[in-house]
Every structure is written in C-alpha cells, then in structure tokens.
C-alpha cells in the first residue's frame, strides 16, 4: 500500500484578496448612490474626510484615548484568562469551579455588561477597560485550557521523571504546545476588543473612537462617521499584519517542516 502524502495547506491568494477588497469597494458604492449622501457617503468621500480628519488635533486625542483603552483591556484580560487557564489545566477542581463562570461571562450579551457597567462605573476609562477585561478573559481561558488538555500525557510524565520544575514545564512542554490556539485566540481577542471598546464608546464615554463615531451620527456627518470606521479598519489591519501575525509566526515556526 503506498503511503499517502500530505500537502500543505495552500498560502492565502493575495490576488484573491485584493479583488475581495475591491468587490467591498463596489458594494459600498453601489449601496452609497442608492442610500443617497445623508445616510452613506461615497468610499472617496469617506477617505477625503480621514484625510482631513488625521490632520485635526481631536483625532489624536480620541485615537490616544481609545488605544490605551484596548491595550490595557485587551492585555489584561488576555493575561487574566491565560493564567486562570494554566492553573485550572493542571488542577480539575479548580476547572471545575470555574466553569459556570466562565458560561456566565460567554452568554451574557455585551450590551447588558455595558449598561451595569456605567452603573457601577460611570462614563469614562474605567468603564470601558472594566467591561474588555470581562469579554476578553474567557475567550483566552478556553484555548488555554482546551491546549492544555491536548498536551501528550506521556510527555507531561516524561518531564516529571526528569524532575522539570513549573516554569520549565511551562516553557517547554505546554508554551509549544499552546502556541497555536493562543495566537489564534489572542487574533480573535485583538479584534474583538476593537469592537468592543468602540461599542463601549459609542453607548458610555466622554472620549475615543466611539464617541466621535457618535458624535458623528448625531450631527448627520456621514463622511466623518465613515471616516472613522475606515481609521478604525485601519487599526485591526495594523494590529493583526504587523504585529499579530509576526508573533504568531514567531512562536509557531518550530511546526514548519525542515527543508534540510
């Protein structure tokens, strides 16, 4: 019986995504002429109105103010759900006792955190960080702990035999092999905390991306509201190419296989 080979998996077609690019630009169009100025601008409209709108002092004062709040949410709540999810991996108890949290947290709808959360917090910062942190953890916890039960046993035995202390365990048994889901997780978790903070924004806060988007919709800019969803595709672009993907690659290159 001959041995069955398998190929690798095909590398995304750069052409196949710039004419799925330009099949969005067409819609939009399409849809901005039928809709009328007032309700949709034009994708030239919308990109005259993020040129000027990059030169105004506000931009950078509501970019700066929603970037700190989806790095500190998104960081923190990645952190939180990548430790809780080691420790419950290795102890069933604690795995268990975290359970129905964890299915509260994911079946809640974002939008009745929000409205607890401007009770309990207000407008503002402390606000929005508080609600990414609570989406953004359980996400992470369970990756990590799915990565952690898919770990080889044999391998977990083997390095306790040679007596492999917490941290080497974790550096080199379970962080390969966590690697993968992770940086999927920490994709998933990336842009949906942008979505996240700017919805936060847009229904409780004095500032950011959300609150011009607002702001925006109140007075009838549609260039300037579009202006800002394109800025803010821009920034998702930005952190998945240049920052996300790296790292992915980094962490996941001992799986390529060698051409030696």
């Known amino acids: 019986m001959k041995p069955v080979l398998l ?46 709108l990059v030169q105004s002092d506000s931009f950078w004062q509501h970019a700066s103010a929603s970037l700190t709040r989806i790095g500190i949410g998104v960081g923190t709540g ?11 991996g290795h102890n ?12 509260l947290l994911m079946a809640i709808p974002p939008v009745v955190v929000v409205v607890l959360a401007m009770l309990w917090f207000g407008l503002g910062s402390s606000m929005v960080i508080f609600i990414t942190v609570l989406m953004m953890a359980p996400g992470m916890y369970v990756n990590t702990v799915k990565g952690m039960l898919l770990v080889d046993r044999s391998l977990v035995e083997m390095a306790h035999v040679y007596r492999y202390g917490p ?13 993968a889901p992770l940086t999927a997780a920490l994709l998933i978790a990336t842009c949906g905390g942008v979505r996240l903070v700017v919805m936060a924004e847009v229904l409780g806060a004095d500032s950011g991306a959300g609150f011009a988007l607002a702001n925006a ?17 821009l920034l998702v672009a930005a952190l998945e190419f240049a920052l996300l993907q790296p790292v992915q690659r980094r962490l996941t290159q001992w799986r390529e296989p060698s051409h030696a």
């Open 167 to 179: 941290w080497l365990r974790l550096r080199h048994l379970y962080l390969p092999a966590l690697a």
């Open 7 to 52: 190929r690798a998996p095909q590398r995304t077609s750069k052409g196949w995504s710039l004419a799925g690019v330009l099949l969005i630009l067409a819609g939009w169009e399409l849809a901005a002429r039928a809709l009328g100025p007032l309700l949709m601008a034009t994708p030239i409209q919308a990109l005259r109105a993020a040129a000027a």
């Open 92 to 103: 069933a108890r604690l795995r268990g006792l975290l359970e129905p949290l964890r299915w």
């Open 78 to 88: 990645c952190l939180i759900g990548f430790a809780l999810g080691v420790l419950a």
């Open 217 to 233: 919709r109140s007075t009838f800019d549609s260039g300037e509201l579009y202006a800002w969803v394109i800025l803010i595709l």
